[in-house]
Every structure is written in structure tokens, then in C-alpha cells.
């Protein structure tokens, strides 16, 4: 049996002027062989975009269970909400094509212009 997969949790340490420091990433920020991570700005806003292989079942999706086939994405855009001390998903958007490697590339304009 082999292992074609992995997962890496993706720390975010906020910098603020008083040194005190905290990892403010969460398990929806862990990333893999298809599930990438991006920082954008639009405008004067921060994102943190989740790129994630929409994945259906082998009668519905005949790619579904190929690991290495291109697939459509969705692009989950989180923004932090410090009085909440939390992320919050601001908008989800569909990917315009199937990818087989990392879609916020490809896609960087695409999502841009579609960030609220």
C-alpha cells in the first residue's frame, strides 16, 4: 500500500506591537497534495483563500476518485474578524475550470474580482 497524500497545518501568527504572540490558524487551513492556501487583498481587505477539490461520487463524477485528474474547485475566502477573535467565511466561489495543479494560480484575477 502507498501513501500519495499529506496534510500540513498552516500557522498564522498575527504581529502586534504589544509581543504577544498566538497561532490563530485553524484545521480549515490545513493543506495538501490538492488543497492549497493563498493570502489576497482586495481593495483594503485581507483573505486567506482555501482552494479545495469539489469531489463528487463515481456516478456522478467519473474523475471523482482520481487522485491525480484535473477537478473543479471551490475557493472559500476567510476573513478575520478580531472583535470575535475568529475567521468567518466572507465568500465562496466556484472555480471556472477543472485544475490538476494549484487552481489559485491559474485563477488569481478570477478570484480577485469576485472578493467582496
Known amino acids: 500500500m502507498g501513501v500519495s497524500d499529506w496534510v500540513s497545518h498552516q500557522h ?5 506591537g504589544d509581543r504577544k ?5 485553524i484545521p480549515a487551513f ?3 497534495w490538492h488543497v ?27 474523475d471523482g ?5 484535473p477537478h473543479p474547485y471551490r475557493y472559500s475566502a476567510y476573513q478575520w474578524q478580531p472583535e ?4 468567518l ?9 477543472k ?8 485563477e488569481r484575477r478570477y478570484i480577485l474580482d469576485r472578493l467582496p
Do not use: M, N, Y
Not at 21 to 25: A, P, R, T, Y
Not at 39 to 53: D, M
Not at 89 to 97: F, G
Open 30 to 32: 490545513d493543506t495538501s
Open 84 to 87: 470575535e477573535g475568529r475567521w
Open 21 to 25: 504572540f498566538s497561532d490563530v490558524g
Open 65 to 69: 476518485f482520481c487522485h491525480s485528474c
Open 89 to 97: 467565511v466572507a465568500k465562496e466561489i466556484p472555480s471556472s475550470s
Open 99 to 106: 485544475f490538476e495543479d494549484d487552481p489559485l494560480v491559474a
Open 36 to 62: 492549497t492556501i493563498g493570502w489576497f487583498q482586495a481593495a483594503s481587505r485581507h483573505f486567506v483563500v482555501l482552494a479545495t477539490p469539489i469531489v463528487g461520487s463515481p456516478e456522478t463524477d467519473p
Open 12 to 16: 498564522i501568527v498575527p504581529l502586534a
